[in-house]
């Protein structure tokens, strides 16, 4: 029994000898992967790094038209199909030192890009110049500034739609009868286009223009305008406005004297829920478009944005919407 005894533990002893020496080197094993370099994760395995957010200035010069405001909310609505885009708006309230001192804002917040759509263009030019020097694009909606120190312009051929409406208006008199002519501000490019094409148009026929204000593109100025053609002239056989609110104040005059069923009414800017569906309630005879250009200027934004060559010029298409077409959508200009 004593040998067994003895047997036993020399084997227990070789045992725990044999575990110590297996302990031992699994331990130099681990110190020694602890002492080697991580090898790289693989590059398919890395999270990808944000993608860059780019600011945008939008100048409006004034939300009291609700051309502008839809320009804005068209503007918005393309923005926000991209996420990379981040927009401010500031509103002048048709103010030109108000509109000037937000360009020196968004100069100073270092914007990546303005848009504009100026109330003057002499007083804008040279703040849209400086955005420019400070190397920021500048995209010009609606109406232009002097010169061509900005990126690119968007807008429609406002000569071409006054003389549109020139046409129309003198295919549907004959040839003659007498005019009151609302205009924009005519300090602003658009206001001079739309008078110049129309003038171009009647010029040579026996239509008469008996009466023109400056309605500052504003309802409530067009309607007090209106008032004042209204008793100066017994016969008024059209109104030619410069927008469709011009147009609808100079209506609204009109019914106020009992006279709106005398003369026919015809605007430009042809929003679906303003321009177009007066023209279906019968309010207004004729209406051009003027598309406010927001998705147009986001496309072009982007375009700049990642380096690409853009027009200096996009000359957006328009329509013309009268009782018989509006129906079907109205007709392109040619």
């Known amino acids: 029994m004593d040998d067994g005894g003895g047997k036993g533990e020399t084997m227990q002893y070789r045992t725990v000898i044999r575990c110590a020496e297996l302990a031992a080197i699994a331990g130099v094993l681990w110190l020694t992967a ?18 860059r957010t780019y600011t945008i200035g939008m100048s409006q010069c004034n939300l009291g038209e609700p051309w502008r405001v839809q320009m804005n909310a068209d503007i918005r609505a393309a923005a926000a199909r991209h996420p990379e885009l981040r927009v401010i ?11 000037r001192a937000h360009v020196e804002e968004f100069i100073n917040a270092r914007v990546d890009l303005l848009i504009i759509s100026p109330k003057e263009a002499a007083p804008l030019t040279e703040p849209v110049a400086r955005a420019m020097e400070a190397g920021i694009p500048v995209i010009v909606l609606d109406r232009a500034v002097l ?15 006054g003389r549109a409406a020139g046409e129309w208006i003198k295919r549907r008199l004959g040839g003659k009868g007498r005019v009151v002519e609302l205009k924009g501000l005519m300090t602003s490019i ?23 204000a400056d309605m500052k593109w504003l309802e ?43 003369m026919l009414f015809v605007g430009i800017d042809a929003l679906p829920h303003e321009g177009v569906a007066y023209v279906r309630q019968g309010i207004l005879d004729a209406t051009f478009e003027y598309p406010t250009g927001g998705a147009e200027a986001i496309e072009t934004a982007l375009r700049i944005l990642r380096g690409e060559t853009v027009p200096k ?22």
């Open 34 to 51: 602890c002492d080697r370099p991580h090898a790289p994760a693989p590059e398919t395995s890395r999270a990808p790094g944000p993608t």
């Open 89 to 99: 708006f500031k509103d002048a309230q048709n103010d030109t030192l108000r509109q």
């Open 147 to 161: 010169g061509d120190r900005y990126t690119c312009f968007i807008g429609a051929d406002n000569v071409k739609i």
């Open 190 to 212: 658009p206001g001079q286009d739309r008078h110049r094409g129309f003038r171009e148009a009647i010029a040579g026929t026996d239509i008469e223009v008996v009466f023109e």
């Open 220 to 262: 409530p100025e067009a309607r007090k305008e209106m008032e004042s053609a209204l008793a100066r002239f017994p016969r008024i056989d059209l109104v030619y406005a410069h927008n469709d609110p011009g147009a609808h104040g100079a209506y609204l005059a009109a019914r106020a004297a009992g006279r709106e069923k005398e």
């Open 313 to 334: 010029q996009i000359v957006l298409g328009s329509r013309v919407y009268d009782r018989s077409n509006v129906d079907r959508g109205g007709d392109p200009l040619p």
